[in-house]
Structure formats: structure tokens, C-alpha cells
Antibody
Framework: EVQLVETGGGLVQPGRSLKLSCVASGFTFNNYWMSWTRQAPGKGLEWVAS????????YYPDSVKGRFTISRDNAQNTLYLQMNSLRSEDTATYYC????????????WGQGTLVTVSS | DTVMTQSPASMSTSVGERVTVNCKAS??????VAWFQQKPGQSPKRLIYLATNRHTGVPDRFTGSGFGRDFTLTISNVEAEDLAVYYC?????????FGSGTKLEIK
């Protein structure tokens, strides 16, 4: 059974940084792309970042490019999201997703971790 | 960027009825569309991938169709447990983009 467990959320001041983690189990982690998607309170879904199975390539929308960095440790079956220069509009629940072997498709989702950016 | 225009924003139906949710892409995405269900208080779950393929374990009451720019999710014989928000996603090109969601209420 695919399991994704996100941690690291919390309350952070605007302009500060936060790093999220997602521990994966139930599948061969280094065979799959992985992604982060977020959902602001009461709002819809927004794709945040994707990474290839090797970690060699990463992809972002303009809204987070240059501020967020996705990375992975295949030895530890762990996905990360480093978030810098946080803004109030980054307040959301962040979901880790397992994708396909060769593209981002959000096949499986974790339970999410809430990030609140506020002074 | 490919904009996914989803309709309706909300709908109300009775158990046993059939409902359809629509997504229209601003440019052709082939069949690279997925549908997700998000029940209250839960994370999203994938229902359909590549426009027409059911995710493992998804009941055959859920059917996806479409190609190019127009896509539809049909739920037949609606059950009370189908109360949720449904989202479409195009993953044909970066940035991946979601529809705005359709809230399904059960009368």
C-alpha cells in the first residue's frame, strides 16, 4: 500500500523559511517522480513543484519559482520542499504526491501538512 | 499556461441519479487529463487518469471521457458517499493546472 506522510508544517512569519518532508513507503521510491501540491483554506488545488525520479530535474510554476526548492533523498525514501521568502499567500495545506515513472500525474496523495504564514 | 475551465461550480442531486462535470481546456491537451475526488476533511484521491482510465479500486459508476479540449466526468447511480468536491487536472504541459472544482451535494 502506498503511504505518504508529510511533516514540517506550522506557523511561520512572512519572509522566513520552512522545510517540509514527506516519507514514502509501499513502493520503490526511486522509480517515481514526486510532486508537491497545495490548497489554501477553502480554496482549490495548485501544483507547486515536481522532481524526476533521479532528482536530476525539477519543475515549478512561476508563483514559487526562485523561492521554493524541491529535492529528494532516495536512500531515505524522503521528499523535501524548502520554502524561502514565505508570503501570506503561501498559507495552505501542502500535499506530497507520488507520480508516474516518467511524468507528474499525482496518482497518490498524502494527508497533507498545514503551513500558516502570518506575523 | 493551459487554463482548465470547470463547470458547474456546484450541483445538487438525489441518490440514484446521474451527474456530469465538465472541464474545457484553453488549448488541446490530448487525453492527458485526470479527475480527483476530495471528500470533506480528506486529501484528494485520483479517480480517472488519461481521460478515461479508472484508478485502481474506483467503482465503475465513475466514467471519464473526452479528448483535445473537452472532458467530462460522469457519475452514474450517485450514492450518498459521493458527496465531495471534484477537480480536473491537465498534466500535458508545465505548469500543471487544475480546474476550479465542482461541489456535489446530495439532496
Amino acid at each position: 500500500e502506498v503511504q505518504l506522510v508529510e511533516t514540517g508544517g506550522g506557523l511561520v512569519q512572512p519572509g522566513r523559511s520552512l522545510k517540509l518532508s514527506c516519507v514514502a513507503s509501499g513502493f520503490t521510491f526511486n522509480n517515481y517522480w514526486m510532486s508537491w501540491t497545495r490548497q489554501a483554506p477553502g480554496k482549490g488545488l495548485e501544483w507547486v513543484a515536481s522532481i524526476t525520479n533521479s532528482g536530476g530535474s525539477t519543475y515549478y510554476p512561476d508563483s514559487v519559482k526562485g523561492r521554493f526548492t524541491i529535492s529528494r533523498d532516495n536512500a531515505q525514501n524522503t521528499l523535501y520542499l524548502q520554502m524561502n521568502s514565505l508570503r501570506s499567500e503561501d498559507t495552505a495545506t501542502y500535499y506530497c504526491t507520488r507520480d508516474a515513472p516518467d511524468w507528474s500525474e499525482m496518482a497518490y496523495w498524502g494527508q497533507g501538512t498545514l503551513v500558516t504564514v502570518s506575523s | 499556461d493551459t487554463v482548465m475551465t470547470q463547470s458547474p461550480a456546484s450541483m445538487s442531486t438525489s441518490v440514484g441519479e446521474r451527474v456530469t462535470v465538465n472541464c474545457k481546456a484553453s488549448q488541446s491537451v490530448g487525453t492527458v487529463v485526470a479527475w480527483f475526488q476530495q471528500k470533506p476533511g480528506q486529501s484528494p484521491k485520483r479517480l480517472i487518469y488519461l481521460a478515461t482510465n479508472r484508478h485502481t479500486g474506483v467503482p465503475d459508476r465513475f466514467t471519464g471521457s473526452g479528448f483535445g479540449r473537452d472532458f467530462t466526468l460522469t457519475i452514474s447511480n450517485v450514492e450518498a458517499e459521493d458527496l465531495a468536491v471534484y477537480y480536473c487536472l491537465q498534466y500535458d504541459s508545465i505548469p500543471l493546472t487544475f480546474g476550479s472544482g465542482t461541489k456535489l451535494e446530495i439532496k
